[in-house]
């Protein structure tokens, strides 16, 4: 099944029209995007409602160096009409793409990890961790949007032109970042994957199912959730830098509430806890977004909403949990000799972490 | 008490208090333990047993006292997971077992305690394997390996528990109620399993089941409302009229 995800991925370019194709080069950013909160979420127990903020850094980032390639000589644009005379020296090394990409990636690592040590070592937890992280969001939304001089403000930054000096407005450019941004998918998943089917693995979970007893276990469990949430934020941060030459721009609208839970819902309707349920799910979501958006822009939020309780209700372990327990139910239903077949199945396997050893 | 014991004072605890909103849950406690010795904890409801095993363990933090681990280490500068570390294992009331994962990833968690996360990255060495394989063998579960942890009975949770505290070969082992809900044959299993376990390293058990005290226990401390009564031999402490008075009112056998 994976394979015939990575061939349908690659042959997508070649039949997909140019819009479609760009549309799903977004949704595989946000892919990347949810296997890092699946990681926290699914298998941490951790729900971080701010991936948006790490996003949001990393689409800044890497923003700032096609902003300034797009530029020239000159002063960015949104600068210029704030009335700024120089280019602020923060700004310096965004000059170089190694830089920028390196930014865009180490950058929300580092806000995550020492964010993460602190609300970890104080021992918050559940929801109070969902509301600092929403809180922080929305605190770094508002200064972006207060330093329009270095941030663009409420427009972010936009109108960029080139990205290693070919255009973003070129199909071949266009297919290039998609292809990438697929090849990035499949190597985050193959790394989440690997740190899951790991001793590393089998101990986040342990901490999702009762972290007081890993703590007696002789973990500091403090050490491997602040470790995975900046993996999580790392991941978010590459997602958001493959997001910016795609679409364009990226803007404070990031860091609202809607797009951070909207990342949960993705998760939630895939399957957390299963990795490719959170490419799956947001895919889904991502695609039926779309479709609604054509048909009835204003109701998508309400539609959202109505789909998080649904999966909450009826399928606590979304698509790939519901699909898995269909699975089950049907091989037993065969297995069974005929006469047994009314009587009551057991309860299947509901939970997929790890697997063997 | 000879000087020769001192050094092998396994875990030494002076004058401990324990206050919980102004409640004194342990008053004062001096208690002592030798190396090798495995010591069984009784005490009507309250007497401040199983509070005792949280400052052991650093889940409790005592406003006076002194607690000393081994002869030099003073615990109260460790948290939870260094003291577990240094080898004080500590099994729970309720099982403590992480039910989504295996038997054998349980153990497989068990036996990385002194991994860095890095080193966590790689699988185990073979003497790793081998040794999960016998503990799992010890405690009966090598069969079910593969199995849920979740799924598995009452007694044989509470098995697990043991056998992963096992594996990290701790000096000295806490066992808070390890018989507590258990049949009367997997209660005689426990109790042989908990003599193997005393032939290498220090045990304190925590145990209400005077059945079960009777038969494996050998030294046995009484607790009354966070104080230390009186201690002996189990014939000794059940004739101790102390003992017969603070259990008076509840069964004289204790809480069963």
């Not at chain 1, 409602?49 to 700032?64: C, K, P, R, T, W």
């Not at chain 1, 509301?131 to 939304?141: M, R």
């Not at chain 2, 002194?114 to 990255?121: E, K, R, V």
């Not at chain 2, 304190?204 to 226990?217: G, N, Q, S």
Request: proline residues 4%; charged residues 15%; aromatic residues 10%.
């Amino acid at each position: 099944m994976a394979l015939a995800a990575v061939v349908l991925l690659g042959v997508a370019p070649s039949t997909l029209s140019e819009f479609n194709l760009s549309l799903l080069g977004k949704f595989l950013t946000y892919a990347i995007v949810a296997l890092g909160l699946d990681l926290i979420w699914g298998y941490g127990g951790m729900l971080s409602l701010g991936q948006g903020l790490f996003f949001a850094i990393g689409g800044y980032a890497m923003a700032m160096y096609l902003k300034l390639e797009a530029s020239g000589k000159h002063l960015p644009d949104f600068m210029d009409w704030s009335g700024a005379t120089s280019l602020p020296a923060f700004w310096q090394p965004f000059h170089s793409p190694v830089f920028a990409i390196a930014a865009a990636i180490l950058l929300p690592a580092l806000v995550a990890g020492i964010v993460g040590f602190l609300i970890f070592r104080s021992r918050v937890q559940g929801v109070y961790f969902s509301i600092i992280t929403q809180a922080l969001t929305l605190i770094a939304s508002i200064l972006f949007v207060g330093q329009q001089a270095v941030t663009g403000g409420t427009n972010g930054i936009t109108d960029l032109k080139t990205i290693f000096g070919m255009s973003l407005n070129d199909a071949h450019t266009q297919k290039n970042l998609y292809l990438f941004t697929a090849v990035m998918v499949l190597v985050s998943f193959l790394f989440c994957r690997m740190l899951t089917m790991s001793r590393f693995g089998r101990i986040l979970v342990a901490i999702r199912d009762d972290e007081n007893r890993v703590r007696f276990l002789g973990y500091n469990p403090v050490v491997y959730k602040t470790i995975v949430f900046s993996i999580a934020a790392a991941l978010a941060g590459i997602a958001g830098a493959l997001f910016v030459p795609q679409v364009g721009i990226i803007s404070p609208a990031a860091m609202d509430v809607v797009p951070s839970v909207e990342m949960v819902v993705w998760v939630a309707v895939g399957g957390r806890g299963t990795l490719v349920g959170a490419i799956l799910g947001c895919l889904l979501v991502n695609w039926g977004k779309s479709v609604f958006n054509d048909n009835y822009p204003d109701q998508w939020q309400y539609f959202l909403g109505g789909l998080f309780v649904v999966t909450v209700l009826l399928m606590p372990d979304g698509v790939v949990g519901a699909g898995r327990r269909l699975m089950t139910w049907i091989n037993r239903r065969r297995a069974l000799p005929l006469a047994l077949r009314s009587a009551p199945v057991a309860a299947p396997e509901t939970e997929q972490v790890g697997g063997g050893h | 008490m000879n000087s020769r014991a001192i050094t092998e004072t396994i875990l030494d605890i002076e004058g401990v208090t324990v206050s919980f909103d102004g409640f004194k849950a342990i008053d004062g406690l001096d208690f002592r333990l030798q190396q090798g010795e495995v010591r069984f904890l009784i005490g009507p409801n309250g007497a401040g047993k199983t509070t005792l095993l949280d400052i052991i363990t650093g889940k409790t933090k005592p406003i006076a006292g002194k607690i000393v681990f081994d002869g030099k280490h003073d615990l109260r500068r460790w948290p939870e997971y260094a003291r577990v570390r240094h080898g004080i294992g500590r099994k729970f009331q309720t099982p403590t077992i992480f039910s989504s994962l295996s038997v054998w990833e349980n153990m497989e968690a068990a036996i990385g305690m002194n991994d860095t996360p890095l080193g966590l990255l790689r699988k185990m060495t073979s003497t790793e394997t081998d040794r999960v394989q016998s503990t799992l063998k010890t405690i009966g579960l090598d069969r079910r390996a593969q199995e849920r942890a979740g799924t598995l009975a009452h007694g044989q949770k509470q098995w697990l528990e043991i056998g992963m505290l096992l594996i990290q070969e701790p000096k000295l082992l806490l066992l808070d109620e390890p018989v507590a809900g258990m049949t009367r044959r997997d209660r005689d299993l426990t109790g042989e399993l908990i003599v193997e376990i005393a032939r290498t390293r220090s045990v304190l058990v925590v145990e209400h089941d005077m059945d079960f005290v009777r038969k494996f226990a050998h030294w046995v401390t009484v607790l009354h409302t966070g104080k230390f009564l009186c201690e002996g031999t189990v014939e000794q402490v059940q004739n101790d009229p102390r003992v017969i008075e603070v259990y008076l009112g509840r069964t004289p056998e204790g809480v069963h």
